[in-house]
């Protein structure tokens, strides 16, 4: 199957009025109502953390790296790993997994201050939908990036 006819199973999420898209398997898990403890000192720029068992789990609000937050009272919390960390990212919503082509997508990775984070765009419905790189969203929200380095 060539590269053009490949099918991404996407998990949809919303952020406020957006609406964004990360690998499925990338998203170890969507956690609804759960217990961030609201203590920065743990992690710097992180809103809280979640314990898993003896480990700590920093909590990022989205718009340290997408621009955009969360408007709902309680968000649902997305765990993602990348080269073994793990974060938590908050978000209002979190719909269930969708199959795409990846010839449905649209190349946006040139965006300045997002480069790298943002893969593209698709519109599976009557909205686009931000198709996101799930190991730069893990980067950027541990402020890893080269393009941070002083």
């Known amino acids: 199957m060539s590269e053009a006819h490949a099918v991404a199973d996407l998990l949809i999420f919303d952020i406020g009025a957006e609406q964004f898209a990360l690998s499925l398997p990338a998203v170890r898990q969507v956690l609804d109502s759960a217990l ?38 309680d968000p649902v919390v997305l765990l993602l790993e990348h080269a073994g960390a793990h974060v938590g990212l908050l978000v209002d919503h979190a719909e269930a997994s969708l199959a795409v082509s990846a010839a449905s997508a649209r190349d946006l990775s040139g965006l300045g201050s997002l480069d790298g984070v943002v893969l593209g765009a698709l519109r599976p419905a009557d909205r686009w939908v931000t198709l996101l790189d799930a190991g730069a969203l893990v980067e950027a929200l541990l402020d890893r990036r080269s393009s941070h380095a002083a």
């Open 36 to 73: 961030v403890h609201r203590d920065r000192r743990v992690f710097d720029d992180s809103v809280g953390v979640l314990r898993s068992g003896a480990t700590f789990i920093p909590i990022f609000e989205p718009s340290r790296a997408l621009g955009a937050s969360c408007r709902a009272v």
